[in-house]
C-alpha cells in the first residue's frame, strides 16, 4: 500500500498565479479531506468528499480556493488568484467510510507564496 | 459539534520521564479516539487509539486512557527518548464525520 500521494511536495509562487495541488486516496477509501497548516492556525479541515462529493466546504477560506474530486483516486485543491497569506502546508487524508477507523495522511505541500 | 481542548501546549520532560497529555471533549456521541504524532516537517502519523468501548490501551511506551462519563482521554508516554520529540495531536470522531483535533502539544525531550 503506497498510502495517500501528494503532489508537488513543494511549491513556490509568485503572487496572483494559479496554484494546483493533487492527491490519490488510498484505494478503497471513499473519504478524502484536505487540510492547511500553519503555526497560527494548526490545522485546519478545508473540504471534505465522499465517494467523489463534497459534502462540507465551510472551511475554504474563500473563493479563491477550490476542490474536485472527479474520480475516486484523484482530488486537487486549487487556489486562484494566490497570496501570500495561503504559504502554509497542505495535508490531503483519506479513510473508509466506516465508523471508528481513523485517517491517514499524505506527506503534504509545502506552499510558498513571494 | 464536538469541541476537543488539549493541554498542555509546550511540555519538556528529561529523559527517561514520563509524560501525560490530556485532551476534553464535548459531545458525548464521540467513539473514537487516535492520537497522531508530527515529526517536524512530516505529516500527522497515527500512533495509537482507543474506541469507545475500552478504558485503557497499551502498546510498548505508549498508553491511552479513556473516561466516557468525564468526557476525557489522555496519553501517556514512558521512558522518554529524543525521538519521542514531536508534536501529538489528539482527536475525537463523533460519527461518521471528519475527525475533530486539538491544537497540539509540542513535546520536548531533554537528553
Known amino acids: 500500500d503506497a498510502g495517500v500521494i501528494q503532489s508537488p511536495r513543494h511549491e513556490v509562487t509568485e503572487m496572483g498565479q494559479e496554484v494546483t495541488l493533487r492527491c490519490k486516496p488510498i484505494s478503497g477509501h471513499d473519504y478524502l479531506f484536505w487540510y492547511r497548516q500553519t503555526m497560527m492556525r494548526g490545522l485546519e479541515l478545508l473540504i471534505y468528499f465522499n465517494n467523489n462529493v463534497p459534502i462540507d466546504d465551510s472551511g475554504m477560506p474563500e473563493d479563491r480556493f477550490s476542490a474536485k474530486m472527479p474520480n475516486a483516486s484523484f482530488s486537487t485543491l486549487k487556489i486562484q488568484p494566490s497570496e501570500p497569506r495561503d504559504s502554509a502546508v497542505y495535508f490531503c487524508?483519506?479513510?473508509?467510510?466506516?465508523?471508528?477507523?481513523?485517517?491517514?495522511f499524505g506527506p503534504g505541500t509545502r506552499l510558498l507564496v513571494l | 459539534g464536538e469541541n476537543v481542548e488539549q493541554h498542555p501546549s509546550t511540555l519538556s520532560v528529561q529523559e527517561g520521564d514520563s509524560a501525560v497529555i490530556k485532551c476534553t471533549y464535548s459531545d458525548s456521541a464521540s467513539n473514537y479516539f487516535p492520537w497522531y504524532k508530527q515529526e517536524l516537517g512530516k505529516r500527522p502519523q497515527l500512533i495509537i487509539d482507543i474506541r469507545s468501548n475500552v478504558g485503557e490501551k497499551k502498546d510498548q511506551r505508549i498508553a491511552v486512557t479513556l473516561n466516557k462519563t468525564a468526557k476525557h482521554f489522555s496519553l501517556h508516554i514512558t521512558e522518554t527518548q529524543p525521538e519521542d520529540s514531536a508534536v501529538y495531536f489528539c482527536a475525537a470522531n463523533p460519527g461518521n464525520t471528519p475527525l475533530v483535533f486539538g491544537k497540539g502539544t509540542r513535546l520536548s525531550v531533554i537528553a
Open positions: 487524508a483519506s479513510k473508509t467510510g466506516f465508523r471508528q477507523e481513523t485517517q491517514y
